[in-house]
């Protein structure tokens, strides 16, 4: 982000903790993708990843109210890691329970090298055993998954956002990762060249 | 190194995450160990798997989640605005000072001043009027109640009975009502809002833990019989505007 454009967004959280209205639209429209895609590729299925957009942003935009953020400089970081914390307490709360990759509002992008039928069917079984084996980890295990092999950030910002030791993130990521081979071995990391 | 040690660094490695020390003694020992290799490779297996179900697009409904997000910021803030220290009708004296401005403003658009009335314009003036007037009275009464039957507690932890934003906004709408209808009104009604004003400003006045100018203000509301006046003029206005 340029000066400039870091300068505009501080002076946007000011006024979205002045109670402007536009002021906290723009900053939902400027990081709502994020905070979906974390909590998405977490719970595994668009419905609850809404729930936790909207309990991320609600719990933002009232804390920001209350000045609950000190240096506006940080609101994306803070912001994301209210998205962990929604994420986290949604699966801790124990009522969400994954669903099957069948969501009708899932678009696929057009194929450059277009499946045999054979291959699509073996993708989407894929698809949800994947998601399964993920469904498997412990919340935090699958947080650190979530937020190291797809969010790609670093190990110390994994850390810093959970606030535990990196030694304490590479042990959790090293089990979760074993977790998911032994679940998708059977029979399925052989047959990942045939799609 | 043994395989124990390059464990995770098989792992770290395929994020990137190993320093060029470390990356130099896991090439040392993988290129003499097929056990490690393996583990390599089914890592490479599990991340070109994983890479598979990027391929999906997401639709989100982004405007209703936002006015869910609206919604549920709104009920959130008059949760926090409702602490046991203020009385029921304080939000709605804060409500109604909003109220009061834009009434002002569309009442202005049909006052006599700005053209010559017809029959059912000066109809729909007055019953414009008295609403405003209602609104202010329906939240007046029950504070002038409260205030009358409020009694301090030994030590005044919240500054005082009514908190002082409230008590300036009743001013502000008292004011507002006087300057607007200062001829257009019953002359008791006008009365009475003088009576008001000069409460709300000694009300104003009266600093945290300053019972005894508590009990002249309030020995004022009870003597002049404030909350009798105004549920008569309540009543008085409900008629005109019933008709």
Not at chain 1, 119 to 136: F, N
Not at chain 2, 22 to 36: A, E, W, Y
Not at chain 2, 152 to 162: L, R
């Amino acid at each position: 982000m340029s000066y400039s454009m870091n300068a505009e967004m501080e002076q946007t959280v000011q006024l979205a903790k002045e109670g402007n209205r536009n002021a906290m639209k723009i900053l939902y429209d400027s990081h709502r993708k994020q905070i979906l895609h974390l909590a998405y590729k977490y719970v595994r299925n668009l419905e609850d990843a809404e729930e936790i957009l909207q309990d991320t942003f609600t719990k933002a935009l009232v804390a920001l109210k209350k000045n609950k953020l000190k240096d506006n400089t940080r609101f994306s970081s803070w912001l994301y890691r209210i998205g962990i914390n929604s994420s986290l307490d949604l699966l801790r709360k124990g009522k969400k329970q994954l669903t099957e990759h069948s969501d009708e509002r899932l678009q696929q992008y057009p194929d450059e090298n277009p499946h045999t039928p054979e291959q699509e069917s073996l993708r989407r079984e894929m698809g949800q055993k994947i998601d399964q084996a993920i469904q498997k980890l412990a919340p935090k295990q699958r947080m650190i998954f979530t937020l190291k092999h797809f969010q790609h950030l670093k190990i110390r910002e994994i850390a810093g956002h959970l606030q535990c030791s990196e030694g304490n993130v590479k042990k959790q990521l090293f089990r979760a990762v074993n977790t998911l081979k032994k679940e998708l071995k059977p029979g399925f990391m052989e047959k990942v060249n045939e799609v | 190194m043994k395989c124990k040690d390059v464990e995770q660094l098989i792992l770290l490695d395929l994020y990137d995450e190993v320093s060029a020390d470390d990356r130099d003694k896991l090439r040392h020992h993988l290129d003499h160990c097929g056990s490690c290799r393996e583990q390599v490779k089914e890592n490479q297996q599990l991340f070109h798997l994983l890479d598979l179900e990027e391929d999906e697009e997401l639709s989100p409904r982004w405007d209703e989640c936002w006015n869910k997000i609206e919604q549920q910021v709104a009920i959130k803030e008059q949760k926090s605005w409702i602490i046991p220290a203020i009385p029921r009708w304080s939000m709605a004296a804060a409500a109604s000072l909003v109220l009061l401005v834009i009434g002002f403003f569309l009442g202005r658009n049909i006052s006599p001043s700005a053209q010559p009335d017809t029959g059912a314009q000066m109809q729909a003036s007055n019953r414009h009027e008295q609403m405003i007037i209602n609104n202010y009275l329906e939240d007046i009464r029950p504070m002038m109640v409260d205030l009358a039957n409020y009694k301090p507690p030994q030590k005044e932890k919240n500054g005082g009975p009514v908190e002082k934003e409230i008590i300036k906004n009743m001013l502000m709408q008292t004011r507002l009502l006087k300057q607007y209808f200062s001829n257009r009104l019953d002359p008791s009604i006008n009365q009475l809002l003088d009576e008001m004003e000069m409460i709300l400003i000694d009300l104003n006045n009266v600093r945290p833990g300053d019972k005894r100018s508590l009990q002249s203000i309030q020995g004022i509301i009870k003597t002049k019989g404030i909350p009798l006046k105004i549920k008569m003029f309540e009543q008085k206005s409900n008629e005109v505007t019933t008709i």
